[in-house]
């Protein structure tokens, strides 16, 4: 039994160890024969933004700062916020009133039944008119030679279908004892599976929202984002559009250049998972209670490790179980490697397992209950949601879009 146990625990690390190298090894692979074009193309880039004072300068002037030698403008759209985002917004560009434009969303408030990110980036989408169509979330953050960086990868020849969505998971900066301990759970997420594989496949295709960079012929053809007006997990809602359109994903690595500050306390980090991973289980509390169980056994486990051989000493299962924590910790060492943060944080991974695990099950029971999730001070998916907010459009005369 203990045998089973801690060989389990040690299967399940080694996957993740593989997967991880594999993954590192993809995305370095990326990067080799890039262009640097004649003409560069311009560039279109768009940023939704709610509640986000915090974070919108820092973004908007490290855009402003970007050293890219073709034409590009870029578009904020302030999504009814309730802080001083649209303050903030309205004094940045008027200190840079030929590269920033800013979209008050109260002149336009979001449609019934809509998300209010895929709102706001449907309505800049379709008013881009630039060869390219770069979308960012408000809280990444940059080097000036990040958008030459992105076209130069996007511009990489390429076989097979043409190029639909680009995208990565820039580096995640973290300050505190919380966010060391428990953000790793970002990166860590997009490398608990092959992502070459997965960005042929419809079933969870890895390119996150951080930032989605897009052709425009192949946005319009895909319907943009209004093809995922509702959905919550629009990331990977977009990438199955896009797939079903015939266009390609193209993973990349933009940590170099790219930062990403997202949550700063408990409640947020929490919330910030709560929303989006019970759609990662699709609404499926078997599964996701499956899932939590292998999280917590890959991640606590292994700690007994060193009681165990002291009581059995050498022998297969005291050998086993060193083996599970050898690689628990490895998997933990090859993120801190690549991601930074603080090294003693890999010692907290039961913590990590556990909270993963904790908030994993409560997303998908709330989701699978019709008690939904809440994002920026509005809920989603909550029971009847679909059917009481079409009722709603039809009544005001909206058209909804195609889901």
């Avoid at 993740?16 to 640097?36: K, S, T």
């Avoid at 190029?163 to 998971?169: A, K, P, S, W, Y």
């Avoid at 008690?371 to 909804?400: C, F, I, N, P």
Wanted: proline letters at 7%; one cysteine or more; glycine letters at 8%.
């Amino acid at each position: 039994m203990l045998l089973a146990l801690f060989g389990f625990a040690a299967l399940v690390n080694l996957a993740w160890v593989f997967f991880f190298l594999w993954n590192h090894l993809y995305l370095r692979a990326q990067d080799r024969n890039l262009p640097e074009p004649a003409n560069w193309p311009s560039v279109d880039i768009l940023i939704p933004a709610r509640n986000e004072a915090r974070n919108i300068e820092r973004c908007v002037r490290t855009l402003a700062a970007q050293d890219y030698p073709g034409d590009w403008h870029l578009t904020v759209c302030d999504d009814e916020s309730t802080d001083d985002t649209l303050a903030i917004l309205q004094r940045l560009q008027a200190e840079f009133p030929h590269r920033l434009t800013v979209l008050v969303g109260a002149a336009q408030p979001l449609p019934p039944g809509w998300c209010g990110k895929c709102w706001a980036t449907a309505r800049m989408g379709e008013a881009a008119a630039r060869d390219w169509l770069l979308f960012f979330d408000a809280d990444t953050f940059f080097e000036p030679a990040m958008l030459r960086e992105v076209m130069r990868r996007a511009l990489r020849p390429s076989r097979g279908k043409p190029l639909g969505l680009m995208g990565g998971c820039p580096a995640v900066e973290r300050e505190g004892f919380l966010e060391h301990t428990f953000m790793p759970v970002i990166p860590i997420m997009f490398n608990l599976g092959p992502v070459q594989v997965s960005l042929r496949n419809r079933f969870m295709p890895p390119v996150p929202g951080f930032f989605h960079l897009w052709p425009r012929d192949a946005y319009r053809a895909t319907g943009g984002y209004r093809a995922v007006w509702d959905k919550v997990l629009d990331d990977m809602e977009m990438c199955r559009v896009v797939l079903q359109h015939g266009f390609s994903l193209k993973l990349i690595d933009p940590s170099g250049w790219m930062g990403l500050r997202m949550y700063r306390s408990l409640p947020e980090i929490w919330n910030g998972l709560h929303k989006s991973v019970g759609y990662l289980m699709f609404k499926n509390l078997p599964l996701a209670m499956l899932s939590a169980g292998a999280i917590l056994w890959a991640g606590c486990v292994p700690l007994l490790a060193p009681a165990v051989l002291a009581w059995r000493g050498t022998d297969a299962l005291g050998l086993t179980a060193a083996a599970s924590l050898a690689l628990a910790m490895l998997f933990r060492l090859l993120d801190w490697a690549r991601n930074g943060g603080r090294l003693w944080s890999v010692l907290l991974q039961p913590v990590l397992s556990t909270f993963l695990a904790a908030v994993l099950v409560h997303s998908t029971w709330s989701l699978a209950s019709g008690r939904g999730v809440v994002w920026k001070d509005r809920r989603y998916d909550d029971g009847d949601y679909k059917r009481t907010y079409s009722s709603q459009a039809r009544t005001a005369g909206l058209e909804l879009p195609r889901s």
